[in-house]
């Protein structure tokens, strides 16, 4: 992974292995980009290729024992949470699949940009018998329309672009060849906004949200790991699809 500069933007570029599967490393290195972002006054996430994140690392998350992946859920709360109350406005240019944890990731963002091309967002863990923790369903709940979570969350879609922009997951749907320029005209214009203006109006929007995320954390993770374990046999026949 590695970070630029465009002016006052942080572009955050998401280059970790094939698909940007999201495991320990993944997360580590993600907050080594959060970690540079200096004085930026607004940031975009992109991944490359045609992926964006394809989620967790299921083959090497379902050899893990209980504890580990209880403190994996611990690591990947907070590192969405900490995307989340970026003090600086965030652009995600979800430049292809984004699914599950890389829709979450997507989520995060304060807009979401989509490329228009043969690719799938949403959050699929039911469909894998799997739940959703606190991080995830607030944020959500905070992100699209009321009328769309059951669909998103419950029934575990997967959406194209038109059918994500339709259902709010994303705020745009842009030619391909165009969405790092959109996204970088987006983050141009936030970061020309008063920055104080901004944080307080971002900070008084989220801080609610993150305050309910981290009341209910403990107690759902716990219940998201026991769903994670319950699924496993699930799991391993998805882990040997994809190893085809």
Same mark, same amino acid.
């Given at each position: ?11 955050? /570029? ?22 540079? #972002?200096?004085?930026? @006054? ?35 709360? *907070? ?69 769309? #979570? ?32 959109? *996204?970088?005209? /987006? ?17 008084? #929007? ?36 994809? @190893? @085809?």
């Amino acid at each position: 992974m590695r970070i630029e500069r465009q002016g006052e933007v942080a572009v955050l /570029r998401l280059e970790s292995g094939k698909v940007n599967a999201i495991g320990p490393a993944f997360l580590e290195q993600l907050n080594g980009l959060l970690d540079g #972002l200096g004085e930026a @006054k607004a940031a975009v996430v992109i991944g490359r290729g045609n992926t964006f994140s394809a989620g967790l690392d299921l083959p090497a998350l379902v050899e893990l024992e209980k504890p580990a992946m209880r403190a994996f859920i611990g690591q990947f709360n *907070a590192t969405m949470l900490r995307l989340f109350e970026l003090p600086i406005p965030l652009v995600a240019a979800v430049n292809g699949h984004a699914i599950a944890g890389g829709c979450v990731l997507a989520l995060q963002a304060d807009l979401r940009l989509l490329a228009d091309r043969d690719a799938r967002i949403g959050l699929n863990e039911t469909q894998l018998g799997i739940g959703l923790p606190a991080v995830v369903l607030e944020t959500l709940r905070c992100q699209v329309p009321p009328q769309s #979570l059951a669909l998103i969350a419950l029934e575990g879609r997967l959406f194209s672009p038109r059918d994500a922009l339709q259902v709010g997951l994303v705020h745009e749907v842009v030619p391909e060849a165009e969405l790092f320029d959109k *996204a970088l005209a /987006r983050a141009q214009a936030l970061a020309a906004l008063w920055p104080a203006g901004v944080r307080q109006v971002k900070s008084a #929007l989220r801080a609610p949200v993150a305050a309910r995320i981290r009341e209910m954390d403990a107690a759902q993770s716990d219940k998201w790991v026991e769903s994670w374990l319950s699924a496993e046999p699930i799991l391993r026949a998805t882990v040997a699809r994809l @190893k @085809k």
